[in-house]
């Protein structure tokens, strides 16, 4: 059964598009990882709050793309441009197209 894993960033003012620079390339490696699929959105009413949603098929790729070296050394170039704590959260995927 696919889980889906969404990400709420928000930002820190005046430092979005450097966020969304950084952190795309990392955001776009979860297939790598086992990922089945990843968005990485952003919101028109607020400019700053982004969403990061992966579909996996293992909470267990999940992690082993999360606290990669790889990654790990991504969040740790970004860690003064969001507000933290920063945390996951899990959804059963029941349908899509």
């Given at each position: 059964?696919?889980?889906?894993?969404?990400?709420?960033?928000?930002?820190?003012?005046?430092?979005?598009?450097?966020f969304?620079?950084?952190?795309?390339?990392?955001?776009?490696?979860?297939?790598?990882?086992?990922?089945?699929?990843?968005?990485?959105?952003?919101?028109?009413?607020?400019?700053?709050?982004?969403?990061?949603?992966?579909?996996?098929?293992?909470?267990?790729?999940?992690?082993?793309?999360?606290?990669?070296?790889?990654?790990?050394?991504?969040?740790?170039?970004?860690?003064?441009?969001y507000?933290?704590?920063?945390?996951?959260?899990?959804?059963?995927?029941?349908?899509?197209e």
């Amino acid at each position: 059964m696919a889980e889906v894993c969404t990400l709420d960033w928000h930002i820190n003012p005046f430092r979005a598009d450097r966020f969304l620079d950084l952190w795309e390339p990392s955001a776009a490696k979860a297939p790598a990882y086992g990922a089945k699929s990843w968005s990485l959105i952003r919101s028109t009413d607020d400019p700053l709050a982004f969403r990061q949603t992966m579909v996996w098929e293992s909470r267990a790729d999940f992690e082993r793309y999360w606290y990669s070296d790889e990654i790990g050394q991504a969040r740790a170039a970004i860690i003064d441009l969001y507000d933290i704590p920063l945390l996951p959260a899990w959804h059963i995927l029941v349908a899509a197209e």
